[in-house]
């Protein structure tokens, strides 16, 4: 709720969930790793995965369908392909809060530097 807020007080320092960012992504870093999509959309497409569900993490969540349709009565032997995608879900997630905070910072400090010229 509270980013919900912000966007609506200061939207000129706050961006939007559909932001594509405006900084350079090495700005502040040495080196930074790119992220990549292991799954390929003709393998989303095959397994029909809902477009909700294409991101990063979708190469875990193909494994995870695949092992609960092979074990299908005994769907708890999968605990260990279900831990791995919620797990990388959970990153995912971290990663883009990450990302918005470092937007948002940036755009503050742009605004500071700005004001102060």
């Not at 700005?27 to 799954?39: D, H, Q, W, Y």
């Not at 919620?86 to 990302?99: A, I, Q």
């Amino acid at each position: 709720m509270g980013n919900a807020v912000n966007h609506y007080l200061r939207p000129d320092v706050t961006p939007g969930p559909d932001v594509v960012p405006s900084f350079d992504p090495m700005l502040g870093f040495n080196s930074r790793k790119e992220r990549v999509m292991i799954a390929t959309k003709e393998e989303m497409e095959s397994v029909k995965l809902p477009l909700e569900d294409r991101d990063y993490c979708a190469h875990k969540l193909i494994a995870y369908q695949a092992c609960r349709s092979d074990k299908f009565p005994f769907v708890y032997q999968c605990a260990h392909e279900k831990h791995e995608y919620l797990t990388c879900e959970y990153e995912d997630y971290v990663l883009r809060m990450k990302e918005f905070e470092r937007e948002r910072r940036l755009l503050e400090r742009q605004k500071r530097l700005d004001k102060a010229a």
